[in-house]
């Protein structure tokens, strides 16, 4: 099939914007009469709260209001609360917020309200936190010998014992990854406003899901969804960190009880250890292979670290711990397990990076153990069309193995030496893949022919990276039109179809199909509006290339703008419709080869080249999906090599900075090599499916096994520190 | 509080006259006091760039240095480097390149690269990087932004070698 | 909290008598002041602002080497011709120093006064045997850089005093230097060790005369590693030499382990880093010869 508008590198309909730096952000935008918020923060990881005092901060200059956990009976959407009631159950989480003229009032009468803690013992690690008689973190747990697990998922599978007792060899291995932050620029931002006649509040804020926002908004706040409009403004950067509410419901209290609009803007410190970072785990993988290298046996446990409150690790982490390959005996239980740590958020692809590394690290190791070539292991054990996968579901053809092969081949694996290199350092090549499984949810999108035949798309989805762009090209693709002429509107909770959040690598796939199919409804109410006046049936007309005209008759057409200003005249405004969730989950599946060279006096790691390959089904516009798997990788350079939350011993967040919460710079960034593999087999639009998440997946382990390649140091545990590895080399200790 | 002091500085090419608190920073009369919202507060201690405003043709992190500082001196933030309703080529580049995610690095890096190639109109692939290091992306992983940038150095380099751009 | 009150002097003199006042606190660059004046850290009465001082910026040549003012732009020293002639060392740490963003700010002065163990500046000044220059109400003092730092963020400069200039002398003939610096990222990172090393050779080029080994991030202040240098000099220049001066400088380091690295690794990497820097320093040392 020929495209003319998919498939095109479009620059970002926002990107002029951006370039002039005219974008609005969170806290470009200020209010008549607008106040300030700020937030008091736990400085205990873990205490009970014996007394808040207000007192002295209520009369504090410029201040408005001032509220404490008692505002907020109910916790979020994700069982988090708003304010800390009864007890505080990390270092940072908000326990009082005050609203004042101005910032600098606001923070200091923020500081001038106090509490008495009465500090309790805390638990910091999901092992010790799975102990018997561990700390608690919630009091009111169920289960008396593990009080702190959050959540449980299995997946099981086949016979695991018969399998293990079948296996020529058994594998096991313990692997570890840190907290992270998602690393967006913008930290959170929030600004509410209430009309005090109507008691409508709007919230304008940095959000991935603006819906979900409007939910949480009305349980926390008790006031009806209608009296809610939530607008979704320019993201900068999010990554699953701006997923859940986050300063909105202060926001929006403040705004309530002063009468006045009140801007929450999160300190980069306060992002740092307060927000939903990306939790650690804990997974230890015990695997039963053949000689040859089929894996026959899984058994898996899982510990993910959700922090103080709950979160879904457990079951998308169970889901895709046997990666993209066959696995038919399995064994997987998988945890969410309380600590004293922040709530732990989404971060590009929930879990799988975590169980990614453990799993390519561990199939480096039998690989070696086996003597057979990573790559090889790789594609014996692919995933295949009709196999199982991700805890269930079958697989509706077979691209595993050609994106793993692709990204060996692009890399040059099968003419890779290792070298000594100069003088103290090693290369070394790695090679990993990775899965993800993109779930439409519920996706809508309306689209109006325009009377000049433009093409107005309106969708309630947050275009984080470049989606509306996609959508353009999209509606331009069903309509036969110029890019040019199609614009792509993000509304608001008010203006705009209801969408699930913009998350899971969905909205092109999900969105991006329901713009597609409101362009089929849309065109097919234009024949239908001019079926009577072109004398044949509305199945007869035909609406391509910016033209409508009748099949089998040439010379009987219309411009677009002909026929939409009058088939309005007969039936009104042409308005398609998209709404669906009815999509299968699609799997993705990324690969990558990492190039490192190690330093073995000093440990440090240099990733030269890496080679990316990935199954997108379809590149609606190849420049915005090279964008997502370089910045992906480029994230997943960090999770292997430099980053990671240190707290100290007092449960306190030490690198709160990025000086120290190191993310790769620009001298950091190796040489990308991108290949996107396009079969095009799942329903998304045009055979797209979502392409943002995959590619941080495999990075991680690509890093670990190329290190491993080089200098023979088997790291298990993110990141790979330099000091690591002159420890290895210089025979542990 | 202190009283304000009045401060004269050229901003994107006019001159200006502020009063601010003596403490207060540039970043902070940029953006509340001028309206000048093009420099992003990302971390407010110097690390990611995304305050990134030009002194006298120079970068500075807008977070780390009081306005009191900029007395006397040329400021061009984003909104300055092109009349309004125009891009310069350099922005076009970023466009075109798909350098721009997010784009709230965006501002801070597009100063970073004016000031390089203002310095240096053909820059290495080295020198490129090692201009970019105080402004943080999170979103591109850095190589679009680095060949927009030089593809637009390219584009400077006479018209035998003018690249076409779609 | 109170804005301080800002004072902006214009003469040395001015200055001194400013910050004797209680709560006063100098401020150059400001690029370390800012934060710590927004964490709390650092509540500052009177901010004394150095800038609009005339005469202690930038760098000449004297008779007693190579003079460069305190107020001089960290960004300054990368293209300096007087620099990149005699102490081009000092134009590769300049270099290296944080981001250009930071590097238009930040001066070599603050940068010093500062005195965080990792100050990279530090490093070329002490191997090359600078001397800080110093004014107070008493008047005029000079304090060699090796002797200038007293702790983490401390310094020898008395209430009240300023450090004006950075007087280096020229580098012998036949003197190689090298600086290395280890961090995680390749850029904007505290490096977890590093490390500057200068070194004259004999006219043959078989002896090490004279040896200068300065070590940063670990211990409490930037500090030299004399016991390595005594190693070096006099003797005639091999591998295994060099390798003794490398061991040698590990008792030199006091380091701590913090977030950044452990003490063992940051011992290890004196003894890798110096090795380095002293096989760089050398190599370069027959090439460098001033004019």
Known sequence: MRFTAVGKRVPRLDGPEKVAGRTQFGADIALPGMLWGATLRSTHAHARIVRVRTDKATKMPGVLAVITGQAFPTSDGEGVPVLARDKVRFQGEAVAAVAAETEEQARAAASAIEVDYAPLPYVADVREAMKRGATRVH?????????NIAGVAEVKRGDVEAAFAAADLVFEDTFETPWVHQGFLEPHVSLAAMDPASGRLTVWTSTQAQFNQRADLANLLHLPMSHIRVIGLPVGGAFGGKNAVCVEPIAAELA???????????????????????????????????????????QARLLFDTGGYPGAQHGVGASLAQGPYRVLNMDVKSYSVYTNRPPAGARRALTSPHVHFALESQLDIIAHALGIDPLQIRLRNALRKGDTALGGMEMPYTVAGKVIRTAAEKAGWQRRRRSSGRGAKARGFGLAAGHWSVWAGASSAWVQVNEDGTISVVTGAINLTGTNTSFAQIAAESFGILVERVTVHQGDTDTSPRNDGSWGSRVLFGVGEAVRRACEDAKRQLAEGLSEEMGVPADRILVSEGQVSVRGKAGRSLTLAE???????????????????????AVAVAAQVAEVEVDRETGQVEVKRLTCSQDVGRAINPMSVEGQVEGAASQGIGYGLCEEYIYGTDGTLLNDNFMDFRMPTSVDHPQYQVALIEEGLDGGPFGAKGVGEPPLVPTAAAIANAVYDAVGVRVKQLPIKPESIVRALSGGR | ??????????????????????????????????????????????????????????????????????EGREITTIEGLAPPGELHPLQQAFLEHGAVQCGFCTPGMILSAKALLDRKPHPSDEDIARALVGNLCRCTGYRKICEAIKSYARSTRGRSKRVRKR | MAEPQMLQPSTVREAVRALAARGAVAMAGATDLIPAMRKGEIRPRILVNLKGIAGIRGVKRTRRGIWIGALTRVADLLDD???????????????EFASPQIRNLATIGGNLCNAAPSADLALPLLVFDATAEVRGRS???????????????????RRGEILTGLLVPRPRVRTGAAHLKLGVRKAMDLAFVGIA?????????????????????????????????????????????????????????RPVSDLRASADYRREMTRVLTGRALREAFRRAPQERPR
């Open chain 3, 139 to 157: 008047g005029k003092r000079e304090i060699a850089t090796s002797d200038f730092f007293r702790g983490v963020n401390r310094t020898a400069l």
């Open chain 1, 139 to 147: 009091d009111e747990s169920e289960d008396p010998k593990h009080p």
């Open chain 1, 256 to 298: 309530r009880r002063a009468g006045r609009p009140v801007k929450v803007v999160v300190s980069r410190r306060d992002d740092f250890f307060a927000t939903r970072p990306c939790g650690a785990s804990v997974m230890e993988l015990k695997t039963g292979v053949k000689k040859d290298g089929t894996l026959v046996a899984l």
């Open chain 1, 563 to 585: 026929a939409a200003s009058r088939a309005a005249d007969y039936r009104g405004a042409i308005i398609g419709r998209g709404a669906l969730s009815d999509l299968p989950f």
């Open chain 3, 81 to 95: 011709p007087v620099i990149a002639q005699n102490l081009p060392l000092l134009a590769e740490v300049a270099a």
């Open chain 2, 1 to 70: 509080m202190t009283a304000e002091t009045t401060m004269t500085f050229r901003v994107n090419g006019r001159e200006c006259q502020v009063a601010a608190g003596p403490a207060e920073r540039l970043v902070d009369v940029l953006r509340s006091r001028l309206g000048l919202t093009g420099a992003k507060e990302g971390c407010s201690t110097g690390q990611c760039g995304a305050c990134t405003v030009l002194l006298d043709g120079e970068p500075v992190a807008s977070c780390m240095m009081l306005a009191a500082d900029a």
């Open chain 3, 197 to 253: 090393a200068a070194v004259q050779v004999s006219s043959d080029g078989k002896k090490c005369r004279r040896a200068r080994v300065a070590l940063g991030s670990v211990a409490p202040t930037p500090r030299r590693a004399a016991k390595a240098e005594a190693v070096l000099e006099g003797q005639v220049v091999t591998s295994q030499l060099i390798d003794e001066a490398a061991e040698a400088a590990v008792s030199a380091a």
